[in-house]
């Protein structure tokens, strides 16, 4: 079990609007402030205000502190502006597990230079917080997700314990940082609240849920939006200090400079994205396989059972092997390539680790095997490390061959994680999108860099080709003109002998 529902229990209804998060590792969506701005719900009617009253603060201490960074308003500020990844949300970038990548004190930087840009502007605070990361630049706008699920805690923390109650969800009482905070006193509040257990945490932490209308896999403002919208609307005042032509692939802190330059621009992009309806991230069909990754491994996994179980050390790679095996016939032999294929464009590399690592977890669970992704393996992390005890394991790593590093993948990396490791047996799982990738030259070199690896540095590196190109329905397949001809022959023979 690893969804809050199956954790718990929990058969939604209509009535449920929460998104049913991955509890053991983040789920790479942010909750984006603009759909919360844009929601008419009585619960989160008063949120964007409350995003708004904070900021107000914010802007109030910078502004006593008149850029005197030694002075006490500006040390509030800076104590005001620390987001910690809220990692109760299990969402995020650290796709590996839900502990969060944490970027608190980079965030709370890009906030202050973002608030002392904008008073210097003229703005006693900001309709979107989004505003300050346009103007300074070197704040991603999905860390922004961090700073708004900080801000309304409160709101989340109420949410999640409504739910609870209506599924009869057991909650324990956790220490939660960053529960509230005091527009008087300019700072954050830890309190005592009830609140479900993520019992997949490396340390005891709760579980806070959000609507699956306020997630974004990429954020309504961003700073390409920007760009392309003043542009597309002022070119004739931007062509004084911007030459489109030779900058239209700028970095962003060009894009910084854009807004900071024209902050009535930036209002009016603002403005202009307040009148256009945004639509959430479709979790339920997840066209970008951002969520449904663990139960299409599980379907894999169940449509081929594995018929090989180790019976000792010696037997574990290939027990390994047999995974990976099935996972291969899964793609090639039986339409599973089709997870791999969106709309003609292919899955990124993590997204077909994701996979696997799903598909494999279920073998290895039923078999009281230990799977771990991005393991350390001393130089680094491996894709996967797999292992029943510590005499029987080994590793594997899985690289795209559209991958720049994929000749150092199987010549240097996958033997020295095996040699880390003090395994003797890895794998090198190579996934191929196009023809050229499927030829027997290509085959052949990544045959050879197998052994050569194996010879240099002792281990053995075992390769395995996935074809995950598109294929056709097997009502279309012809058969090559060699088949028929041999066909005609038999068939003409058989006629001879018959007169």
Same mark, same amino acid.
């Given at each position: 079990?690893?969804?809050?529902?199956?954790?718990?229990?929990?058969?939604?209804?209509?009535?449920?609007?929460?998104?049913?998060?991955?509890?053991?590792?983040?789920?790479?969506?942010?909750?984006?402030?603009?759909?919360?701005?844009?929601?008419?719900?009585?619960?989160?009617?008063?949120?964007?205000?409350?995003?708004?009253?904070?900021?107000?603060?914010?802007?109030?201490?910078?502004?006593?502190?008149?850029?005197?960074?030694?002075?006490?308003?500006?040390?509030?500020?800076?104590?005001?502006?620390?987001?910690?990844?809220?990692?109760?949300?299990?969402?995020?970038?650290?796709?590996?597990?839900?502990?969060?990548?944490?970027?608190?004190?980079?965030?709370?930087?890009?906030?202050?230079?973002?608030?002392?840009?904008?008073?210097?502007?003229?703005?006693?605070?900001?309709?979107?917080?989004?505003?300050?990361?346009?103007?300074?630049?070197?704040?991603?706008?999905?860390?922004?997700?961090?700073?708004?699920?900080?801000?309304?805690?409160?709101?989340?923390?109420?949410?999640?314990?409504?739910?609870?109650?209506?599924?009869?969800?057991?909650?324990?009482?956790?220490?939660?940082?960053?529960?509230?905070?005091?527009?008087?006193?300019?700072?954050?509040?830890?309190?005592?609240? /009830? +609140?479900?257990? @993520?019992?997949?945490?490396?340390?005891? &932490?709760? $579980?806070?849920?959000?609507? %699956?209308?306020? #997630?974004?896999?990429?954020?309504?403002?961003?700073?390409?939006?920007?760009?392309?919208?003043?542009?597309?609307?002022?070119?004739? /005042? +931007?062509?004084? @200090?911007?030459?489109?032509?030779?900058? &239209?692939? $700028?970095?962003?802190?060009? %894009?910084?400079? #854009?807004?900071?330059?024209?902050?009535?621009?930036?209002?009016?992009?603002?403005?202009?994205?307040?009148?256009?309806?945004?639509?959430?991230?479709?979790?339920?069909?997840?066209?970008?396989?951002?969520?449904?990754?663990?139960?299409?491994?599980?379907?894999?996994?169940?449509?081929?059972?594995?018929?090989?179980?180790?019976?000792?050390?010696?037997?574990?790679?290939?027990?390994?092997?047999?995974?990976?095996?099935?996972?291969?016939?899964?793609?090639?032999?039986?339409?599973?390539?089709?997870?791999?294929?969106?709309?003609?464009?292919?899955?990124?590399?993590?997204?077909?680790?994701?996979?696997?690592?799903?598909?494999?977890?279920?073998?290895?669970?039923?078999?009281?095997?230990?799977?771990?992704?991005?393991?350390?393996?001393?130089?680094?992390?491996?894709?996967?490390?797999?292992?029943?005890?510590?005499?029987?394991?080994?590793?594997?790593?899985?690289?795209?061959?559209?991958?720049?590093?994929?000749?150092?993948?199987?010549?240097?990396?996958?033997?020295?994680?095996?040699?880390?490791?003090?395994?003797?047996?890895?794998?090198?799982?190579?996934?191929?999108?196009?023809?050229?990738?499927?030829?027997?030259?290509?085959?052949?070199?990544?045959?050879k860099a197998a052994r050569i690896a194996s010879q240099r540095h002792g281990v053995e590196v075992r390769p395995v080709i996935i074809d995950a190109r598109r294929k056709d329905s097997a009502s279309k397949l012809k058969p090559p003109q060699e088949m028929r001809d041999e066909l005609h022959v038999e068939s003409d023979d058989t006629g001879d002998a018959a007169a």
């Open positions: 079990m690893s969804r809050f529902s199956e954790q718990f229990g929990i058969k939604p209804t209509d009535q449920d609007d929460w998104f049913d998060t991955y509890l053991p590792s983040d789920t790479n969506f942010c909750v984006d402030p603009f759909l919360i701005w844009s929601d008419t719900d009585a619960r989160w009617f008063e949120a964007h205000n409350h995003t708004l009253d904070f900021f107000a603060t914010a802007f109030r201490l910078v502004r006593e502190s008149q850029g005197n960074e030694q002075s006490a308003a500006w040390k509030q500020a800076q104590s005001f502006l620390v987001f910690p990844e809220p990692k109760e949300f299990c969402l995020g970038v650290a796709a590996g597990s839900s502990d969060g990548a944490g970027a608190g004190h980079i965030l709370q930087e890009g906030m202050l230079d973002g608030i002392r840009t904008a008073l210097g502007l003229g703005f006693d605070n900001v309709p979107h917080i989004e505003m300050l990361a346009l103007f300074q630049g070197g704040m991603g706008l999905d860390r922004i997700s961090d700073a708004v699920c900080d801000i309304l805690k409160s709101y989340f923390i109420q949410y999640t314990q409504d739910i609870a109650r209506r599924h009869g969800v057991p909650m324990e009482s956790f220490r939660v940082n960053n529960a509230s905070w005091s527009e008087e006193f300019a700072c954050w509040q830890t309190k005592e609240v /009830e +609140l479900p257990l @993520n019992p997949f945490a490396k340390t005891r &932490r709760p $579980v806070l849920l959000v609507p %699956k209308r306020f #997630l974004k896999d990429i954020p309504v403002v961003t700073a390409n939006g920007f760009w392309r919208y003043a542009w597309g609307k002022h070119a004739d /005042e +931007l062509r004084v @200090n911007f030459n489109y032509d030779i900058a &239209r692939n $700028v970095d962003r802190w060009t %894009k910084a400079k #854009l807004a900071r330059q024209n902050p009535t621009i930036v209002a009016s992009y603002l403005k202009d994205l307040e009148h256009k309806e945004h639509e959430p991230y479709p979790v339920d069909k997840d066209p970008k396989l951002r969520t449904r990754w663990w139960e299409m491994g599980a379907a894999m996994a169940n449509r081929l059972p594995l018929t090989h179980v180790p019976q000792d050390h010696s037997e574990f790679p290939d027990f390994v092997n047999a995974i990976i095996q099935s996972f291969r016939h899964g793609v090639e032999h039986q339409d599973d390539w089709q997870n791999f294929w969106h709309q003609g464009v292919s899955l990124p590399e993590k997204k077909v680790q994701s996979l696997f690592r799903s598909c494999a977890k279920h073998y290895c669970k039923a078999n009281d095997i230990s799977i771990t992704g991005e393991a350390n393996a001393g130089r680094g992390p491996v894709d996967f490390q797999f292992a029943k005890g510590w005499i029987a394991r080994t590793v594997v790593e899985m690289k795209l061959m559209s991958n720049s590093k994929f000749w150092d993948g199987i010549l240097a990396q996958t033997p020295q994680y095996a040699i880390s490791e003090e395994v003797h047996v890895a794998f090198f799982v190579a996934i191929a999108y196009t023809d050229q990738e499927m030829t027997d030259s290509h085959a052949n070199k990544v045959h």
